[in-house]
Nanobody
Framework: QVQLMESGGGLVQAGGSLRLSCAASGSIFSINVMGWYRQAPGKQRELVAHINSGGSTYVANSVKGRFTISRDNAKNTVYLQMNCLNPEDSAVYFC?????????????WGQGTQVTVSS
C-alpha cells in the first residue's frame, strides 16, 4: 500500500505565493518521477512540472519563471513553490508519483488540493 498526502493549497491574492507538498508513504522501494498536474473547471488536467530521480526538471511554459519544483528524497516528498500567482493559476493541483512498490512500477495520485487566486 502506498499513500500520497498533499498539503499547502488555499486562497491567495494575485501576486502572492503558495507552497504545495506531497509526501508518499507505505511500501516504497524507490521513486522515479514526481510531478504536479492541475485541473481547472471545464478544462483538461495539465502537467505543471515534474522532476526525475536525478533532479532534472521540466516546467510548463505557462508557469516557467514563477513555479519551482523540488524533491526531498529522504522524505519521499515533492514540493511546488508557486510565486507571482494569478487567477489563471486557480485549479485543483494533483501530485503524481511514479514509483516501485513490491516489484511493480506504478503511478500514484494525490487527492488534490485546491488553489484559488483572487484578483
Amino acid at each position: 500500500q502506498v499513500q500520497l498526502m498533499e498539503s499547502g493549497g488555499g486562497l491567495v491574492q494575485a501576486g502572492g505565493s503558495l507552497r504545495l507538498s506531497c509526501a508518499a508513504s507505505g511500501s516504497i522501494f524507490s521513486i522515479n518521477v514526481m510531478g504536479w498536474y492541475r485541473q481547472a473547471p471545464g478544462k483538461q488536467r495539465e502537467l505543471v512540472a515534474h522532476i526525475n530521480s536525478g533532479g532534472s526538471t521540466y516546467v510548463a511554459n505557462s508557469v516557467k519563471g514563477r513555479f519551482t519544483i523540488s524533491r526531498d528524497n529522504a522524505k519521499n516528498t515533492v514540493y511546488l513553490q508557486m510565486n507571482c500567482l494569478n487567477p489563471e493559476d486557480s485549479a485543483v493541483y494533483f501530485c503524481n508519483i511514479n514509483l516501485w512498490s513490491r516489484g511493480v512500477r506504478s503511478d500514484y495520485w494525490g487527492q488534490g488540493t485546491q488553489v484559488t487566486v483572487s484578483s
